[in-house]
């Protein structure tokens, strides 16, 4: 029987060509996506562990590495940048020959020597000094290897200095281990803006992409494997009928099956390794990965191609169900039993669980959450696949009582006969809209309560030097003259603010853009004549020579028409005081920032680099960036499976309406009247199941963000153009088929054989 069913599947004439290379299209391509999405995440956490090593000497469990007897190494890790780029700057004193060496170099440098990633060796041979090397002291001896290195493009230095240099400069620390524990949470001044994705929720995320890229997979890898479901049954049954018995059906269906899916499943692993390299450099976290880093595990391999021949056997087995009974079963075509309402109990139980979670508080820890939400999640969107075809009942009913026109009748007869197929070609979509309704409603509240960008020619031209935190004082004195001259003399600096220090000095915060949110902001001191140099900055009242202005460059708005309030201090006074920030006003260009902020660097070394206002605004918000390009991957991506599996559907539902459409237009039924039952028949248990799933996504996502984001807040206008515009082009490409009835209805289909 074996040789029986790989001779119809081979050697069965052009139908069975056509199918074989359709059904071996569909799962190669749903393989692909599958491998594509699997080895996603495996990129995303391999990246993420490359971070670990900035952690060095970071408190708890950022560091990563437990204490040993080597000697200590100084280690002074700080956030530098180029053109919007970041640049791990890192610097480094061995206190002994066992001093521990980072990863990516042979050995640590000496004082006056430093490593750069080739990405950065390359910027500073061709860049000019005064906008890049003349920041960082010595010479290169050597590049930083990949197994340091996040992505590519990473600009990562490592710089040797003494002993003495380190021990003076502020927040610098002692380790005896580097970490190797992926990023959890740190302290700002010991470690890099960009720094991975918070390991604390990595695991938490990760599951829920992985979640919602598998299970539309799967159901469109089952879809496919149901082409020519129909005609297929009608040949088993005439084989019963000769005498073949339901094991041995069974046996020629399987082989059908499997033949096709293993042909897929090669084909799947060849479009993975095909677009492997080009997915690679797409930042689908921020920044590109390496090839190797879309690597894929044994249990990875095994799984997908042991388990997908072995579901397309299940799925043909389930799908001759029929045929076993009886070999008249497919040609009396027997009613299935109507869908009942326990069949939205997995869908109730699925919010039920997250109501739960919002009324009792969510787990306090990564695991508890996960083995908490993800079930929720799992169990709603089995619940939107269980109850479709009680919901298509539902409308197809509905549809009948209220309309007497002959085609919605016929499809509303033939959709209440059998929703479960009706429902089987939009479930793909129905799932990909819960999941975009569900991404794009918690990107929304995540960056409701994230800083608000700045706005205005002040993000981008200003370049602001910060000395001081909540962890140190401040011991800068004001600038020497020197400085502000070289600073002036860069063309394209307009002006030099210099902010200094004065204890219990605060500004209401509603004249910053956050109104009744802090009470009040601390604040410093300018001269009022440094401030007329950067109109951007605001103005002071007439007549004051020094007037409050913000300490730490946290502004809700843009400045330009704020005028701040006068402070009663002197300017000679001013000047004796010790300086939070320097602020120098540019023209914006690269050349006139870089060296700007090269003078700066030189003259403050051992301090955290200064940034642009746009910058700084952008390390609040990089980790919410992150999230939000994951995002646009799983929207994307269930849509475009979703797109697929719609496909696969309406090529297998023409298939299955040649005989039954044909045996109408010999009757009488004009074309027009069966376009419009096959447009119902998809168009009815889409609308209706659409509506639910949106409804459910969006309270899913109110009640995760309730217990893990905080007040959930709507899409905007951008949702619902994504939504719309995804069901439009579902129903397009149900109406592209339409032409195809003339074709496909002829007279020559309805013979009986």
Not at 226 to 241: G, I
Not at 285 to 314: C, E, K, Q
């Amino acid at each position: 029987m074996i040789r029986l069913g790989l001779r119809l599947t081979l050697g069965g004439g052009r139908e069975a060509a056509v199918r074989l290379v359709l059904l071996v299209a569909a799962v190669g391509l749903g393989v692909g996506l599958l491998l594509i999405a699997v080895a996603g995440i495996n990129a995303v956490n391999t990246q993420n562990d490359r971070y670990a090593w900035f952690s060095t000497g970071g408190p708890g469990p950022a560091a990563g590495a437990a204490k040993t007897s080597a000697d200590p190494l100084w280690w002074l890790i700080r956030a530098d940048r180029f053109d919007g780029q970041l640049i791990g700057w890192i610097d480094v004193a061995a206190t002994g020959p066992t001093s521990p060496v980072p990863p990516g170099i042979g050995h640590l440098p000496g004082p006056g020597q430093y490593y750069a990633s080739p990405a950065l060796a390359a910027l500073l041979r061709s860049t000019p000094a005064d906008q890049l090397a003349g920041r960082y002291p010595g010479h290169l001896i050597g590049t930083i290897g990949d197994a340091a290195l996040p992505s590519p493009n990473s600009l990562v230095i490592v710089i040797g200095r003494t002993v003495a240099q380190l021990a003076h400069a502020p927040n610098a620390v002692q380790t005896t281990a580097i970490a190797s524990t992926p990023p959890s949470g740190c302290e700002q001044s010991q470690c890099l803006p960009g720094q991975g994705v918070n390991a604390n929720g990595i695991d938490l995320i990760m599951s829920v992409v992985a979640l919602a890229i598998l299970f539309p997979l799967l159901i469109f890898i089952g879809t496919a494997t149901r082409l020519s479901a129909a005609r297929r049954e009608e040949r088993f049954a005439a084989m019963r009928l000769a005498g073949a018995t339901p094991r041995q059906i069974s046996l020629i269906a399987a082989v059908e099956s499997t033949v096709a899916a293993v042909a897929g499943v090669a084909a799947g692993f060849g479009l993975f390794f095909g677009l492997r390299i080009p997915l690679a450099s797409i930042p689908f976290t921020g920044t590109p990965f390496f090839p190797s880093d879309l690597s894929l595990s044994l249990p990875d391999v095994l799984l997908v191609a042991l388990g997908v021949p072995l579901a397309a056997a299940i799925v043909a087995r389930l799908a001759l169900r029929r045929v076993r009974i009886s070999p008249l079963g497919v040609t009396r075509r027997v009613t299935p039993k109507a869908p009942r309402a326990w069949r939205v109990l997995p869908l109730l139980a699925g919010v039920g669980e997250l109501g739960f979670i919002v009324v009792h508080g969510r787990p306090t820890t990564t695991p508890e959450q996960i083995q908490a939400f993800l079930p929720a999640f799992l169990l709603i969107m089995v619940g939107l696949v269980t109850a479709g075809p009680w919901l298509t009942m539902a409308g197809a009913r509905l549809m009948a009582r209220r309309t007497g026109r002959p085609g919605t009748l016929i499809a509303a007869r033939r959709l209440a006969d059998n929703p479960t197929a009706g429902f089987r070609a939009v479930s793909g979509l129905v799932l990909a809209l819960f999941i975009t309704t569900v991404a794009i409603a918690l990107i929304t509240t995540q960056n409701a309560k994230s800083a608000r960008p700045l706005d205005g020619p002040a993000a981008a031209n200003v370049l602001a030097d910060q000395f001081s935190d909540d962890s140190q004082p401040v011991t800068v004195p004001t600038p020497p003259t020197a400085l502000l001259d070289r600073l002036r003399l860069i063309g394209g600096v307009q002006g030099v603010l210099a902010v200094h220090q004065v204890r219990g000095l605060t500004i209401p915060d509603v004249l910053l853009g956050f109104p009744h949110q802090f009470g009040a902001v601390q604040a410093g001191l300018v001269s009022c004549t440094q401030l007329a140099s950067i109109p951007s900055f605001g103005r002071c009242p007439a007549e004051a020579a020094v007037a409050a202005f913000p300490a730490d460059g946290a502004f809700g708005k843009p400045l330009a028409e704020i005028t701040w309030p006068a402070a009663n201090v002197s300017a000679s006074r001013l000047d004796r005081l010790p300086v939070l920030a320097i602020n120098v006003a540019t023209t914006g260009t690269v050349p006139v920032v870089e060296q700007a902020r090269t003078v700066l660097e030189t003259a403050y070394p051992w301090y955290d680099p200064p940034a642009t206002l746009g910058e700084q605004y952008a390390d609040v918000n990089q980790q919410d960036v992150a999230y939000q390009q994951l995002a646009d991957v799983i929207v994307l991506t269930s849509l475009a499976i979703a797109g697929c599996t719609l496909a696969a559907s309406v090529a297998a539902g023409l298939a299955e309406r040649k005989r039954p459409f044909s045996l109408l237009r010999l009757a009488g039924a004009p074309l027009g009247m069966l376009q419009r039952v096959v447009a119902l028949e998809t168009a009815v248990p889409l609308l209706v199941t659409a509506v639910i799933s949106i409804g459910v996504g969006f309270a899913a996502s109110a009640m995760f963000a309730a217990a893990q984001i905080g007040p959930f807040v709507a899409p905007g206008a951008a949702y619902y153009i994504i939504t719309g515009a995804g069901i439009a082009l579902s129903l397009g490409i149900i109406a592209a088929t339409m032409p195809l009835l003339r074709r496909i209805t002829g007279p020559e289909v309805a013979r009986n054989e």
